[in-house]
T-cell receptor, first 112, second 115 residues
Framework: KQEVTQIPAALSVPEGENLVLNCSFT??????LQWFRQDPGKGLTSLLL?????REQTSGRLNASLDKSSGRSTLYIAASQPGDSATYLC???????????FGTGTQLKVEL | GAGVSQSPSNKVTEKGKDVELRCDPI?????LYWYRQSLGQGLEFLIY????????KSGLPSDRFSAERTGGSVSTLTIQRTQQEDSAVYLC?????????????FGPGTRLTVL
């Protein structure tokens, strides 16, 4: 059974810092990995999707990497801003279905 | 363009009652998914529809849960004889093609509270 873990569970940083969120998964046979953000009381917003054949994806200040063989992904956020405060979730789609298996989430707070 | 919409946004019901939750996917998306987000369990897959294929119901927690998708568009998730442990946020998502390669877009969710 695929299990997805995120470290740290919570993170507080001052504005302007670069930061890294970590995601690990137990079954490396994945189709893709997706990073989402969730704001309180709202749904999920897709940030980046990395196909299994890719190593990284970039969007603005966000960069996500994927190391399938070691079962790890990182989300790098450059020059963090208070508006980045949210819960960040990673999720994978593995063989045998199209369902997303979600990680436990990292709650990020960027302080002024 | 319009995203995934869900209704109601909030639902409070009494234990033992039936509830129906609705999802309108993005127009043209052939795949539709239901997930549940609860405090103790995180985000869990419930059911997946793809075109006219038989749905993947592997995530439904009990036979009190069912879902249908009419005309390949709108979907309804029904929970019969609700229990307090059913309290959660129910999220719907849709994607253009098979979810294995496509981004899933999520709606705002329905917060269900069972008293």
């Amino acid at each position: 059974k695929q299990e997805v873990t995120q470290i740290p569970a919570a993170l507080s940083v001052p504005e302007g810092e670069n930061l890294v969120l970590n995601c690990s998964f137990t079954d490396s046979a994945i189709y893709n990995l997706q990073w989402f953000r969730q704001d309180p009381g709202k749904g999920l917003t897709s940030l980046l999707l990395i196909q299994s054949s890719q190593r990284e994806q970039t969007s603005g200040r966000l960069n996500a990497s994927l190391d399938k063989s070691s079962g790890r992904s990182t989300l790098y956020i450059a020059a963090s801003q208070p508006g980045d405060s949210a819960t960040y979730l990673c999720a994978v789609i593995a063989g045998g279905g199209n369902k997303l298996t979600f990680g436990t989430g990292t709650q990020l707070k960027v302080e002024l | 363009g319009a995203g995934v919409s869900q209704s109601p946004s909030n639902k409070v019901t009494e234990k033992g009652k039936d509830v129906e939750l609705r999802c309108d996917p993005i127009s043209g998306h052939t795949a539709l998914y239901w997930y549940r987000q609860s405090l103790g369990q995180g985000l869990e897959f419930l059911i997946y529809f793809q075109g006219n294929s038989a749905p993947d119901k592997s995530g439904l927690p009990s036979d009190r849960f069912s879902a249908e998708r009419t005309g390949g568009s709108v979907s309804t998730l029904t929970i019969q004889r609700t229990q307090q442990e059913d309290s959660a946020v129910y999220l719907c998502a849709s994607s253009l093609l098979r979810g294995g390669t496509d981004t899933q877009y999520f709606g705002p969710g329905t917060r269900l509270t069972v008293l």
